[in-house]
Nanobody, 123 residues
C-alpha cells in the first residue's frame, strides 16, 4: 500500500474530523497531493489539493472556508482538516498523489490512490 488514509468516522453536523494520508517518500516528496470524495451513485469529486511544497492550495467551492489541506513533507503525510461538517459531506474520502508537482481537479491527473476512509455526518 503506497497511500494509507485514516481518520474517518461518524460525526454530527457542525462537527469536525481530521483525515490523514501517509505515503512513501518516493511518491510524496515531489508530487502534488489531493483529496477526493465519492458518495453512492455519484462520481468521485475533487475536494482539495496542495502543491508539492505546500505553497498553493486549492478547494472545491463546496468545502471552501470549512476544509483545510496541509502537508508535512518530513512525515510524508497530507492532512484534511474538516470543520463545520454537513450531511452532504458524507462520502468515502480518498487521498491521491498527482502525476506532477501541481494538483489538478480531475481524477486522471493523479497516479496513486489510497484505499479511502468513510466519513459520515449525521443531521
Amino acid at each position: 500500500v503506497q497511500l494509507q488514509a485514516s481518520g474517518g468516522g461518524l460525526v454530527q453536523a457542525g462537527g469536525y474530523l481530521r483525515l490523514s494520508c501517509a505515503s512513501s517518500r518516493r511518491i510524496f516528496s515531489n508530487n502534488g497531493m489531493g483529496w477526493f470524495r465519492q458518495s453512492p451513485g455519484k462520481e468521485r469529486e475533487f475536494v482539495a489539493g496542495i502543491t508539492w511544497n505546500g505553497g498553493s492550495k486549492y478547494y472545491s467551492d463546496s468545502v471552501k472556508g470549512r476544509f483545510t489541506i496541509s502537508r508535512d513533507n518530513a512525515k510524508n503525510t497530507v492532512y484534511l482538516q474538516m470543520n463545520g461538517l454537513k450531511p452532504e459531506d458524507t462520502a468515502v474520502y480518498y487521498c491521491a498523489a498527482a502525476r506532477g508537482s501541481i494538483p489538478g481537479d480531475e481524477t486522471n491527473e493523479y497516479r496513486y490512490w489510497g484505499q479511502g476512509t468513510q466519513v459520515t455526518v449525521s443531521s
